[in-house]
């Protein structure tokens, strides 16, 4: 059904109608339950807790031997979570989770395969797209900087690649500070 066709059907209905097919519908679907929560009480920087933790699972931050590590996933919250249409800063913090947690996974348990970094280096040009796009990019220099840090030692040519979209949108004078502390 489109729409246009719920529309005219909605708008022939009485408001008490209208009112039982939404409660009908916030009954039999969490999906629907959750957007009206989400509408009734708009709190995105809550709301993201939650995809932050479905991404942060996935690639085992807190627990790594139980990591899917599994893009999907991790994909589909960001998208869910988007489609509460939360604030650009808030989005960005979630986009940004994902290429994070996927870099710092494989800072701390070794080289992955390409498909893998392939996949972690599209999710942080995407994300870093959209941080530079709402002007957000000193809000999340740090975070982006972290990324950096934990592909520098990874192969496939993958910490070239992330250090390539950070200087394309932070600059060629931007400062790279490794995890000693050191910059370049």
């Known amino acids: 059904m489109s729409k246009s066709s719920l529309k005219k059907h909605l708008q022939s209905l009485t408001q008490e109608q209208i009112i039982e097919v939404i409660l009908e519908a916030?009954?039999?679907?969490?999906?629907?339950?959750?957007y009206f929560d989400f509408y009734l009480k708009p709190d995105d920087k809550e709301k993201a807790k939650k995809y932050k933790a479905i991404i942060e699972?996935?690639?085992?931050?807190?627990?790594?031997?139980?990591?899917?590590?599994?893009f999907s996933v991790a994909k589909k919250a960001i998208s869910e979570f988007a489609s509460f249409k939360p604030?650009?800063?808030?989005?960005?913090?979630?986009?940004?989770?994902l290429p994070?947690?996927?870099?710092?996974?494989?800072?701390e348990f070794g080289d992955m395969d390409e498909p893998f970094y392939n996949a972690a280096h599209n999710n942080?040009?995407?994300?870093?797209?959209?941080?530079?796009?709402?002007?957000?990019?000193?809000?999340?220099?740090?975070?982006?900087?972290?990324?950096?840090?934990?592909a520098s030692p990874c192969g496939y040519g993958f910490a070239d690649e992330i250090a390539e979209v950070f200087y394309e949108y932070y600059g060629e004078d931007a400062t790279f500070v490794n995890k000693y502390g050191d910059k370049s």
């Open 57 to 70: 699972k996935e690639f085992g931050v807190k627990n790594p031997m139980k990591a899917g590590l599994k």
């Open 87 to 97: 604030s650009p800063e808030t989005l960005a913090d979630v986009m940004l989770t």
């Open 124 to 150: 942080f040009k995407r994300a870093v797209e959209f941080i530079h796009k709402h002007g957000l990019l000193d809000k999340f220099k740090k975070r982006c900087n972290d990324c950096v840090m934990y």
């Open 100 to 107: 994070e947690a996927a870099c710092w996974f494989t800072y």
């Open 26 to 34: 916030y009954g039999n679907s969490k999906a629907v339950q959750e």
